[in-house]
């Protein structure tokens, strides 16, 4: 339930992630001297579109404290619509990594490519601005599986530089 931004009690049922999804041209100021799209840019996309997704999930503010596994594999060029598709794929106590995916369209062809992939912890926050427990992620299917044991593998291999 939720009152005045701070979540009062879950049911303690493990949650569904919907995708959220946001669509965008990519104009001359998002590009540089190339006519392709700044990673700067892209991360911001994501970074914003992967925060909105784990905010739905949690139902409270969240802050990213990583992103990591961030792979641009195609340049986007401008005049190009992009497609940022995000999800919380994995939960651990406070915190949820949402996998990111930036597709690229071109306009007159329709084709469509992969662009950017990243994973990004996000951390739910209470009223007070400290990290607060999020639901248990919901997996159904043999894709959400896969996800989360990415996610998993994401996360560990973040916490073994972090300790090294
Ligand atoms: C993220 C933040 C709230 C964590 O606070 P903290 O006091 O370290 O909290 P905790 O140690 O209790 O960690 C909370 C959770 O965050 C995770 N976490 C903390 N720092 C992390 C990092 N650098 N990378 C990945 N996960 C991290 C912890 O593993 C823990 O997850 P869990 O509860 O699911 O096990 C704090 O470091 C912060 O405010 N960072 C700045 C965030 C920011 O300004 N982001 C950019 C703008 S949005």
Excluded: C, W
Aim: glycine share 6%.
């Amino acid at each position: 339930m939720r009152s005045h931004g701070v979540v009062e009690s879950t049911d303690g049922l493990p949650r569904r992630a919907e995708a959220v999804r946001s669509t965008n041209f990519v104009f001359p100021n998002d590009t540089n001297h190339h006519g392709t799209m700044f990673g700067g840019r892209v991360l911001q996309l994501m970074d914003q579109t992967g925060a909105i997704a784990a905010a739905r999930f949690a139902h409270t503010t969240v802050v990213t404290a990583a992103m990591e596994a961030v792979s641009f594999q195609q340049p986007i060029r401008e005049g190009e619509i992009i497609e940022t598709v995000a999800r919380v794929v994995y939960t651990g106590r406070t915190s949820m990594i949402v996998r990111v995916d930036v597709f690229a369209d071109h306009q007159l062809t329709g084709e469509r490519k992969r662009a950017t992939t990243g994973y990004l912890t996000m951390v739910a926050l209470d009223a007070a601005g400290k990290p607060m427990p999020v639901p248990r992620l919901l997996i159904e299917t043999e894709e959400e599986r896969a996800d989360y044991e990415a996610a998993e593998q994401v996360r560990l291999a973040a916490r073994r530089r972090t300790e090294d």
